[in-house]
């Protein structure tokens, strides 16, 4: 999510400008957002962060009106919408929030198609765009149109949620803890998708988040904030990392903020190495004695599609006629948009010491090494010497 | 039946069991009618036409009763929920205890010698009789919706009413469904006490029973009565399990 991006292609995202925003709780003397003040241009990511209590999500529910400012503007495209009817800019404002927050007596299809519906689009165009949504988001329309939340799992649920967000093509989206309730594997997942969906649509996306990493991996700007919403930095994630601008800042993003580089930079930025391929079903008898000659003990094994489907050693080949095909899924593959540091959870449970990377359509491009991501890391100590 | 396999043991046992009960009991009573030897006075108060009559007042007493309650006892209950009606809550809850609280035949007798004897005063203190289960669990539903789900529909753009009629009370209906059965079984019971007041019902052959010493139609009565209780009991179950709205444990 780089902003280039943005000037190539004309977005569909709108610039969103908060000016003195204040919200005082009844029975609290601190007002829970004291005069918050920043500008989202179009497109753009902005991810929220802070520790807990310091007016985050207070200030993300302000913007869809969720929760009622007590003073100061918001302005959508310069429009100020603190007069607009509260339901009428709801609809045009996508959320998403933990969990998914699904309704439970709904289809799959009949939660995304919510807004839709609500804004009496056709049934014809609203079906269309519900399939074209699961789709989007890595669930197969026709398996899932028809299923009720409960016989979802905790991501594919997150993965309707976002859908549900983006179904009426809203130019804000909305996020709140979007992937805070799902596993680490999955969220990690879920964040790439979200990104590759993001480089298409160029959405304007504010996201509450109380993880950092999160934040850096995500956003093209990061607001970081203290108690009573005060800004203590807002700045692209590089900045941030490089020069935070006080010890608040320091202490929030932690130590190793050059470990956190690896959050930032992406594995099909490295350069990837090409061991022998053989594919599914292909005698052994030719496989072995060809990456012999390479000079490798190991080969990855693609199917007919070119996705890789596991990494053997050839002693374990060696008791096969022909390439078998695996059935369990594969940990040790990382898409080529993921960051460092989520390739290298992936390493730790590979016995090869790399991982397997892919690009469109799962299709394999390629397997980057521990080695590479060491020698990089040592690039990058030695840059900060 | 597809949502039968969703149902407990239990659950499955009643629905199915429940009927055959009511059909095995008013068959081994319509033989005992048809065989028994009767006296003058059973054989006029029991005859076919006079127990099918007696059922009927019985019936639309209930289901007049129960028409009454759910439109009042559910729009109650949502306006309770309401943030800005909160405060009408103690007076609500008030008054739906003490009518359940109260002896229904002292309600039903005090009425008739304020308002005068005959259905209507009956259905009056029925109703009032039958308002709390609804009424409770109404707001017991309502308060159980999920506030995530509630403001995740509010995010959305649904204005509140559609908030109301789209996702709390379908998310709430199997709670508010337990109580209107709940109502439906005690309204049975009840309606046996409109007699008193000149209001018919099967209650009269009880009354009749009692009052002229003939057991076998006291026990007929009772019988009848109970039969109807749980063949409502019954139609209330299947409706619950219809009305439910898939997607919903």
């Not at chain 1, 009844?26 to 007002?31: E, I, L, S």
């Amino acid at each position: 999510m780089n902003q280039t991006a943005t000037t190539e292609q004309a977005g569909t995202g709108a610039q969103l400008e908060l000016v003195d925003v204040v919200k005082q709780y009844a029975g609290q003397k601190a007002p829970a957002v004291g005069g918050l003040s920043l500008t989202v241009e179009p497109g753009e990511t902005v991810m929220f962060v802070g520790p807990s209590g310091c007016g985050k999500t207070t200030s993300l529910k302000m913007i869809n009106r969720l929760i009622e400012p007590d003073s100061g503007r918001i302005l959508i495209d310069g429009e100020d919408i603190t007069a607009h009817d509260p339901t009428r800019l709801r609809r045009s404002i996508g959320y998403v929030i933990q969990g998914g927050g699904l309704l439970p007596h709904m289809t799959v299809a009949d939660n995304v198609g919510l807004v839709p519906g609500l804004l009496h689009w056709e049934r014809d165009r609203t079906a269309e765009r519900v399939d074209e949504l699961l789709d989007m988001v890595g669930l197969d329309p026709h398996v899932y149109r028809d299923r009720f939340p409960k016989e979802l799992s905790g991501g594919q649920q997150q993965r309707v949620g976002v859908a549900r967000g983006l179904a009426a093509d809203p130019p804000i989206v909305l996020m709140d803890e979007p992937f805070g309730a799902v596993d680490p594997i999955t969220r990690q997942r879920l964040q790439d998708e979200l990104m590759s969906i993001q480089e298409e649509l160029r959405k304007t996306i504010v996201c509450v988040t109380h993880d950092i990493d999160e934040a850096i991996k995500l956003g093209d700007r990061i607001l970081i904030l203290q108690e009573g919403a005060h800004i203590a930095q807002y700045d692209a994630p590089e900045t941030i990392l490089a020069s935070p601008a006080d010890d608040f800042v320091a202490d929030f993003i932690g130590s190793g903020s050059k470990l956190k580089q690896l959050t930032l930079q992406r594995v099909g930025e490295l350069g990837l190495s090409h061991p022998q391929t053989c594919r599914v079903g292909e005698p052994v008898a030719e496989v072995v004695p060809r990456v012999e000659a390479a000079g490798e003990r190991s080969v990855v094994v693609l199917d007919e599609r070119d996705r890789p489907r596991e990494w053997l050693f050839l002693r374990t080949l060696a008791q096969h006629r022909t390439v078998p095909a695996p059935g369990h899924a594969l940990q040790t593959v990382v898409d080529h948009r993921s960051t460092l540091s989520d390739a290298l959870d992936a390493m730790l449970v590979s016995s090869h010491g790399g991982a397997m990377v892919t690009g469109a359509r799962d299709r394999y491009l390629g397997v980057i090494s521990y080695d590479t991501v060491t020698a990089h890391i040592q690039g990058l100590q030695k840059e900060a010497l | 039946m597809r949502r039968l396999s969703t149902l407990s043991r239990e659950d499955k046992l009643l629905i199915q069991g429940l009927p055959a009960f009511v059909v095995l009991v008013l068959a081994a009573w319509v033989i005992w009618r048809l065989t028994a030897d009767l006296g003058d006075v059973e054989a006029r108060l029991l005859t076919w036409s006079n127990i099918l009559e007696l059922t009927w007042q019985h019936l639309q007493i209930v289901l007049i009763c129960t028409v009454l309650v759910l439109a009042l006892a559910v729009p109650c209950g949502v306006l309770l929920t309401r943030s800005r009606a909160a405060f009408l809550s103690p007076l609500v809850t008030g008054i739906a205890n003490a009518g359940q609280a109260a002896p229904v035949i002292g309600v039903i007798v005090l009425l008739a010698l304020v308002l005068g004897f005959g259905l209507w005063t009956a259905v009056l203190a029925l109703t009032l009789y039958a308002f709390l289960p609804v009424l409770a669990n109404t707001v017991a539903g309502l308060r159980g919706v999920d506030r995530g789900t509630v403001e995740a529909a509010r995010g959305m753009g649904m204005s509140p009413t559609q908030v109301l009629m789209r996702v709390e009370l379908p998310v709430a209906m199997p709670v508010i469904m337990a109580g209107a059965r709940t109502a439906l079984v005690l309204l049975v019971g009840a309606a046996a006490f409109a007699t008193f007041i000149d209001a018919g019902g099967l209650g009269l052959l009880v009354q009749t029973g009692i009052i002229m010493f003939r057991y076998s139609i006291l026990v007929s009565g009772a019988i009848l009565v109970a039969l109807l209780a749980l063949l409502v009991e019954w139609a209330g179950r299947v409706m619950e399990l219809l009305l439910r709205p898939r997607g919903l444990v």
